[in-house]
């Protein structure tokens, strides 16, 4: 992968290239993503600068540690740790185009997605094991249905679940925030978390992220939605932890006020 990137690492030239990949290939992605760190820092190369387009089963880790400007696309389906500590590069996976059955009622995706996850985007047509988020801090992804203990100990970013979810989710969850579809609220681990309907600038937002997975992964329950958008946009659920929405709600009063925002911050954060 690096030798094919060679002319965006060094002279910052686009390229895209296919690959095959199988399961015994893991942490696929990083050691590329650490010559472009290397060479550029944390803020790496432009969006989609390098496309890696996969296709098979991936093993453990794809895309771990993935910086600005490398997106990996995976045609297929791919293990555990999916964007481990992703820090800045997208990923996106999806089914064979030839395969015979419905995505969203499938796996196409291990556990632990995103763990340690800093910022950066993942899309991913189809379901997903547990812990899918766990301690995300700014990360953003769109699946279409999650395993047990979803979004734990979260602590910012975005994620919005198209599908169904396991038990406990949202447990220890801290920051950011879920927009989830349908959602069983018994399933639902309330200690940290309240439960609202999204805004309009909410909507707006999971419009926008809905229509680039669709565009991104060729869901069909992704077009489906956007096609009756007024009526099925109502069925989200907000996912808010409760001490996170009091942080924004003074930092937005401060702003609204002419306060020193930091100064209401630290004041809500202590409570």
């Known amino acids: 992968l690096i030798a094919q990137s ?3 690492i060094d002279h910052g030239t686009r390229v895209s290239f296919t690959s095959k990949i199988t399961n015994v290939n893991r942490t696929v992605g990083t050691m590329l993503g650490h010559e472009v760190t290397r ?9 989609d600068t390098i496309t890696v387009k996969l296709t098979g089963s991936a093993g453990q880790s794809l895309g771990a540690f993935l910086p600005p400007g490398v997106t990996i696309k995976l045609s297929g389906d791919t293990n555990d740790y999916v964007g481990k500590g992703l820090c800045g590069g997208k990923i996106v996976v999806a089914p064979d185009p030839d ?10 995706a291990g556990n632990t ?34 395993g047990d203990h979803a979004c734990e100990y979260m602590t910012g970013g975005r994620v919005v679940i198209l599908g ?20 069983d609220e018994t399933k639902v681990n309330g ?39 007024p009526r099925r946009c109502l069925a989200f659920t907000k996912v ?19 306060r020193d925002v930091d100064s209401a911050i630290m004041e809500a954060a202590r409570g």
């Not at 060479?39 to 969006?47: D, M």
């Not at 395969?99 to 196409?108: K, L, R, Y």
């Not at 600038?201 to 926008?208: F, K, N, Q």
């Not at 808010?240 to 002419?258: C, F, N, Q, S, W």
Request: aromatic share 8%; glycine share 12%.
């Open 6 to 8: 060679r002319e965006a």
């Open 39 to 47: 060479r550029y820092g944390a803020k790496g190369l432009p969006v």
């Open 99 to 108: 395969a015979w059955f419905v995505a969203e009622d499938q796996v196409i």
């Open 113 to 146: 997605i995103l763990y340690g996850a800093t910022s950066g985007e993942v899309y991913l047509r189809g379901r997903v094991g547990e812990r899918f988020s766990v301690r995300n801090s700014g990360a953003t992804a769109v699946v279409e249905g999650v």
């Open 164 to 183: 169904p979810t396991g038990r406990n989710m949202a447990a220890g969850m801290s920051g950011g925030i879920a927009f989830v579809y349908d959602l």
């Open 191 to 229: 200690a940290m978390v309240e439960l609202l309907r999204p805004d309009p600038d909410d909507l707006r937002w999971l419009h926008e992220h809905i229509t680039k997975h669709t565009e991104l992964t060729g869901s069909a329950i992704g077009a489906s939605m956007l096609a009756d958008w």
């Open 240 to 258: 808010m932890p409760t001490d996170y929405k009091r942080v924004l709600d003074a930092a937005r009063m401060a702003e609204a006020e002419g």
